[in-house]
Structures are given as structure tokens and as C-alpha cells.
């Protein structure tokens, strides 16, 4: 019964704390961090700049895109994003070149290879081994004796010499 109303309690504040962070969520709204110096006058580079931008991590912050970031290093790659675009580099030969300089870190979501491996499996690992937690910690035991009281017979004589003897 504890672990049941444990396992409710948990529960209810798992769900309290998840709506806390969709409300969250819901009501931040992306500043983005493009200055307007940085902003190109064609609209079509501009969007592919943008597009760009956003798949690229800011070194310096390390959780947000280059978009997104104020960072001086985030600038910088802003700047060399708009600048690949301008002398005619495709999206992918700027990709190219700025994992060439930064390496794989440098992109939000990296490639699946072997040096990645853990990245990518470690929330399968850590899902499954959440599950099987959870399957082991309310798995019933069985009771070693019929009567309920979990007592083995000699257990309860005991119990009933000394609830004697203090009487």
C-alpha cells in the first residue's frame, strides 16, 4: 500500500512539474539574437542564412543556437554563415565548412557515427533502464505464509512467547 500511494505521489508531481514546464513553454516566446547589421538585403539568402543558423550550436553557450545566442563567438559564426552564402557556397559546402573548422560539436543535432554512438543510444539506455526500475521496485513479493501476516510459523511462536511473557 505505501509503495502504491508512493508511486501516486511521484506520479501527481511528475505531472505537476511537466504542466509547469508546458505552461513555460507556452507563454516564452525565441528572441533571436541577429543584429541588424547582420542581416543581408536578399531575403532568399537571408532565409537560407537563418535556416543555417539554426542547426548550428553557439560554442559559447553550448544550449541555443547561434540564432539565437548573444554570444561574440555566436556573432562570428553568423557573420561567416552569411558571408560562405554571399560568395555563392551551397548549404551544404557552409555546413562543410564550418564542422571543417568547429567540428561535429558545432552542430545541434550531429551525425549518427561511431564516435556519436552514445549520444544517440543513451536515451533508449536510460528509458529502458528507467523501466525496468520501475518494473522491479512494483513487482508484489509473495508472502511466505498463507495466513497474511508474513510470519513463518516458527516466527510467530516466537512472537507469541514473547507478547507471553510481556503480559
Avoid: H
Avoid at 514546464?21 to 541588424?36: G, H, K, L, M
Avoid at 554571399?86 to 573548422?101: E, F, L, Q
Avoid at 558545432?106 to 552514445?118: C, G
Amino acid at each position: 500500500m505505501k509503495t502504491l500511494r508512493r508511486q501516486l505521489l511521484c506520479l501527481s508531481a511528475m505531472t505537476v512539474l511537466m504542466a509547469s514546464f508546458a505552461q513555460f513553454a507556452a507563454i516564452s516566446s525565441p528572441a533571436y539574437a541577429v543584429q541588424p547589421d547582420e542581416v543581408m538585403a536578399d531575403t532568399t539568402k537571408e532565409a537560407r542564412a537563418r535556416a543555417l543558423s539554426l542547426q548550428l550550436r553557439c560554442l559559447v553557450c553550448q544550449n541555443q543556437s547561434i540564432d539565437d545566442s548573444d554570444a561574440p563567438l555566436a556573432r562570428d559564426l553568423r557573420v561567416l554563415v552569411r558571408e560562405r552564402i554571399t560568395a555563392g557556397d551551397s548549404d551544404s559546402d557552409v555546413m562543410d565548412y564550418v564542422v571543417a573548422r568547429y567540428g561535429d560539436f558545432v552542430l545541434l543535432k550531429p551525425p549518427f557515427k561511431l564516435s556519436t554512438l552514445v549520444l544517440w543510444l543513451s536515451p533508449i539506455l536510460l528509458l529502458a533502464a528507467g523501466i525496468a526500475m520501475m518494473r522491479s521496485s512494483t513487482r508484489t513479493r509473495p508472502l511466505r505464509d498463507t495466513d497474511g501476516s508474513g510470519l513463518t510459523a516458527v516466527e510467530q511462536k516466537k512472537l507469541d512467547e514473547i507478547l507471553k511473557r510481556e503480559t
